[in-house]
Each structure stands twice: as structure tokens, then as C-alpha cells.
């Protein structure tokens, strides 16, 4: 089993700051790519943003230039920095891992979830 533990959401005032992290932990598997997506009370889940192993990155144009993903293959660890913080990005946010598995299963795990909310 493969198993993804986030951290770092909360409360915040507009125009803040918060950065969300993401563990993965488990054996026998590779992570081909980490990503974040979320969803906001009566929304479908959207993505936010995506980094393979390889480092190519790829985000949503609603937060474009205001967050950044990275990721630290050693401890397949991926992390979002959230800045200019909104109240449009309240939502719970998931982290979703790409995993190539071997002697277990292939494919995408998620997260359970981490609320950030965005109000005064």
C-alpha cells in the first residue's frame, strides 16, 4: 500500500500565505509524478498543479504566478507554496501521486485531504 499524508492547511486572511506539503510512504514503487488538485463546496475537483520525477511542472491558470509546486524526490515529498492567497481558493486540497508499483498495484493514490480556507 502506498500511502500519502498531507499537512500545512489552515486558516488564512487574503493576501496570505500557506505551503502544503505531501509525504509518500509505502515500499516497492516509484512515484512518476506528484500533484495537488482541490475542491470547493459544491465544485467538481480541479487540478492545481502537477510535477513529474523530472521536474516539469505544469499548473492551473487560476494560480499562475501566485503558487509554486515543488518536490523532493529523496523523500518523495511534494510540496505547493500558496501566495496571494484568495478567498476563490478555499477548497480542500488533495494530493494525488502517479505510482508505478511493483508486486502492488500501478496507477494513481490520493490523499484524504487538507482544508485551506481563505477568509477575513
Known amino acids: 500500500q502506498v500511502q500519502l499524508v498531507e499537512s500545512g492547511g489552515g486558516l488564512v486572511q487574503p493576501g496570505g500565505s500557506l505551503r502544503l506539503s505531501c509525504a509518500a510512504s509505502?515500499?516497492?514503487?516509484?512515484?512518476?509524478?506528484m500533484g495537488w488538485y482541490r475542491q470547493a463546496p459544491g465544485k467538481e475537483r480541479e487540478l492545481v498543479a502537477t510535477i513529474t520525477s523530472g521536474g516539469t511542472t505544469n499548473s492551473a491558470d487560476s494560480v499562475k504566478g501566485r503558487f509554486t509546486i515543488s518536490s523532493d524526490n529523496a523523500k518523495n515529498t511534494v510540496y505547493l507554496q500558496m501566495n496571494s492567497l484568495e478567498p476563490e481558493d478555499t477548497a480542500v486540497y488533495y494530493c494525488k501521486a502517479d505510482v508505478t508499483g511493483y508486486g502492488r498495484r500501478s496507477g494513481d493514490y490520493w490523499g484524504q485531504g487538507t482544508q485551506v480556507t481563505v477568509s477575513s
Open positions: 509505502g515500499s516497492r514503487f516509484r512515484i512518476n509524478a
